[in-house]
C-alpha cells in the first residue's frame, strides 16, 4: 500500500514568521504533535513539535508570545513521497527516530504520514500491519 493511501490529507501548517503561542495554539485546536512549517511561499521548511516548544522555547527561557517558529524549529524535515510504499516510510521513521513524516508529491507538501496511520489497520493485510510494528518496536529497542 502507498502512503497516499494512509496519509492524512491536508495538513495543517504554521508559517516560519508566526510566533511560538500562535503555533502551539494550532497544535493544541488540532490535536497533533507536529506541525510542517513553510514560508510565505508555502515551501516546507522544517518541523515544529510540541517537544521543540517545551525545551527550545519555553524551558530555555524565550518568551512564546515575541518568539518566532523560525527561532526553535527543526530544520532539514525528513519528508515521502506520496507513491513510496507505506513499509518503506516506515523504515524512514525507524531509521530517522520520527513518528511523524510530511509527504510530498511534486515537491508540494500534501499530508502528514504518522507512525499511527500506519498500524492502525486502514485496509492493510496482517502481514503488512506485523511488519510496521517489527520496524517500530526495534526501533525502540536500538
Do not use: W
Not at 495543517?12 to 493544541?28: K, M
Not at 527543526?74 to 519528508?79: H, K, L, P
Amino acid at each position: 500500500m502507498q502512503v497516499k493511501d494512509l496519509m492524512s490529507g491536508s495538513p495543517i501548517t504554521v508559517d516560519r514568521e508566526e510566533t511560538v503561542s500562535a503555533a502551539a495554539r494550532l497544535l493544541s485546536r488540532h490535536n497533533v504533535g507536529a506541525l510542517p512549517v513553510t514560508s510565505q511561499g508555502g515551501k516546507l521548511v522544517g518541523m515544529l513539535t510540541d517537544r521543540d516548544i517545551a525545551v527550545r522555547c519555553v524551558a530555555a527561557n524565550y518568551d512564546p508570545n515575541i518568539t518566532r517558529v523560525r527561532t526553535i524549529m527543526s530544520t532539514g524535515a525528513v519528508t515521502v513521497p506520496a507513491e513510496e510504499s507505506g513499509l518503506r516510510a516506515a523504515k524512514t521513521m525507524g531509521k530517522h527516530q520520527i513518528r511523524r513524516l510530511p509527504v510530498t508529491e511534486n515537491g508540494k507538501l500534501v499530508g502528514m504520514l504518522s507512525q499511527k496511520d500506519l498500524i492502525s489497520g486502514k485496509s492493510l493485510d496482517e502481514d503488512s500491519i506485523r511488519a510496521f510494528r517489527e520496524v517500530f518496536d526495534q526501533d525502540q529497542n536500538d
